[in-house]
């Protein structure tokens, strides 16, 4: 028992620290293309580890807060960092819940999880704290907003993300990652 939960520790700081690294040096090199409304996250690839261990729900919520706490210097404030990490949560843990649900092997429902809730509540978080502090809150400006977000999460999960999940698969690398 005390190897398992060892395991799961390691696993998930393992997943915690490279998440975090990837997005801050990929903010550092490619400034905002990580943290802008349209952004690709390299490290959003990450959420398909969701699939293969659950140390992947609390590693990649630790991961965006650390990769967020750079956000909040580069002026996108606190909220970020909260909301950020709670649509990371949201997003881990329903794509462990449907790691099952496949078409040909791929879990494309579960793929579309950081989507979805990253589209929700970050488009919310900008247009209700930034936006809408100017100007008041408009929904169609937040529909456009969170389209915006989930578009670049699309985008990193199908380019990145699904050939993660096959080469795991194909490596039998997820027989190494659930232990």
């Known amino acids: 028992m005390a ?19 990837l997005t801050i040096v990929q903010n550092l090199l490619l400034p905002g293309s990580a943290s802008w409304a349209v952004q690709f996250r390299v490290s959003e690839a990450m ?7 659950p140390a992947a729900i609390p590693g990649l919520t630790l991961g965006c ?11 996108l404030g606190f909220y970020d960092m909260i909301f950020g990490s709670i649509a990371t949560l949201l997003a ?7 790691k099952k649900v496949c078409v040909k092997g791929i879990p494309f429902v579960g793929v579309l999880m950081p989507a979805v809730f990253n589209g929700i509540i970050i488009g919310f978080e900008i247009e209700f704290f930034f936006i809408q502090s100017m100007k ?3 929904f169609v400006e937040f529909l456009i907003t969170g389209g915006c977000v989930a578009l670049g999460e699309v985008v990193v999960l199908l ?19 659930v232990k």
């Not at 380019?159 to 990652?177: A, E, F, M, N, S």
């Open 136 to 138: 008041g809150f408009n």
């Open 159 to 177: 380019v990145l993300g699904i050939p993660l999940t096959l080469i795991i698969k194909r490596q039998y690398l997820d027989k190494d990652l």
């Open 3 to 21: 190897k398992k939960s060892t395991t799961f520790i390691v696993q998930g700081a393992a997943i915690a620290a490279l998440y975090a690294v």
């Open 47 to 53: 959420t398909v580890l969701a699939f293969f261990t």
């Open 92 to 98: 881990a843990l329903s794509m462990y819940a449907l």
């Open 65 to 75: 807060v650390i990769a967020n706490i750079s956000s909040v210097t580069a002026g």
